[in-house]
């Protein structure tokens, strides 16, 4: 097996066409480009729309990158050295954000050095999977949601996600009945509240809007409250989608355990790359529980292509690391007419731009 000669990190900035709120205009991605001593090469990266961005950086460049120089190249046994030795630093979040960038790079170096694309890699099952619509879109109005609803559909989604948890639930009621309006009886309809909710709150909602025929609850309560999620469970009329902001397999084993999870939602940077996603896929399919990645596209496609239990994938309007402007290259993966396909010849198939003035410049080297 190979090792690891050399890592380097950049740390990249990509604006969003339209602000998700008034203090997120942009995404971060902290590419990482590793060197094996036989001459492959395999790139990464760690994400975060938001915060945390300088301090996923810094543990990176001072506590991952020194302890994986020199060690074998294999993701997944690496994966399980480095977490053992970083995760007094917190079993997630940071720590597995940054894991990440390095597992996801050499993932990128085996698929390359095998001259096949990622989901051939892991073991490909399918050559296209649905994508549905989906946008950061609780502070538009009525018919700018209506309007982008009806593009999603019009697109060839036949699944569409708005967002939900205004001040009011009349407002929320009449916004999700204006849109499985516009979209009609067909499409399946999900509704996302970010956390927005307390218990309470989460129960009357889940009852008012299901007479929308709602396919999935996503996030109604913070994502750490397991005995909450647990308890809404058992009133819900509506299924529970989680998992966005969840950070290791073990929290999604302990939730899914439960009967909570309807719907399985693992961020693939947020949980520590592809070797913890795919044991959390398994974990899901072995309980029959719907699974569908949490955005990225550009991983959550290919991985989708290899993962049976994976339904559909998330295509939110102006997010995708090429509406981001942080590719050199054309996207690796495909969307259209309701459905998501890989382009990449290798590996993930991802060159990403330069480091520009318009980045941090610590980030730089």
Known sequence: MARIDSIRLRWLRGELGRPWA????????IVVDVMLDDGTAGTGFSWTPHVGASAVHVFLRDELVPRALGRSADPESLWVALWEEVHEAGGGGITS????????????ARARSAGRPLADEIGL????????GSGINLHY??????????RFVEAGNRAVKIK?????????AARVAAVREAIGPDVALRVDANQRWRLEQAIIA?????EYDIDWLEEPLRADDSLGHRELARHSPIPLAVGENLHTVHRFAELIASGTVGVAQPNVVRVGGITPFLQIARIAADAGVRL????????????ALAVPAVESVEAVEGASLAELDV???????SIGAGVARSTAPAGLGLTFRPATDRDPREGLA
Do not use: F, K, M
């Not at 109005?141 to 009806?150: K, P």
């Not at 939900?164 to 929320?172: A, F, Q, T, W």
């Not at 889940?206 to 299901?210: E, T, V």
């Open 22 to 29: 008034t203090d997120v205009t942009g995404n971060h991605v």
């Open 97 to 108: 954000i940054a894991l990440a960038g390095i597992d996801i790079a050499l993932w990128d």
């Open 125 to 132: 099952h399918r050559d296209e999977v649905a994508a549905y």
């Open 141 to 150: 109005s009525t018919d700018e949601l209506i309007a982008q609803s009806r």
């Open 164 to 172: 939900v948890g205004r001040p009011s639930l009349d407002d929320d």
């Open 206 to 210: 889940a009852h008012a809007l299901a």
């Open 292 to 303: 569908a990645p949490h955005l990225l596209p550009e991983l959550s496609v290919p991985l």
């Open 327 to 333: 590719l050199a290259a054309d996207s690796p993966v």
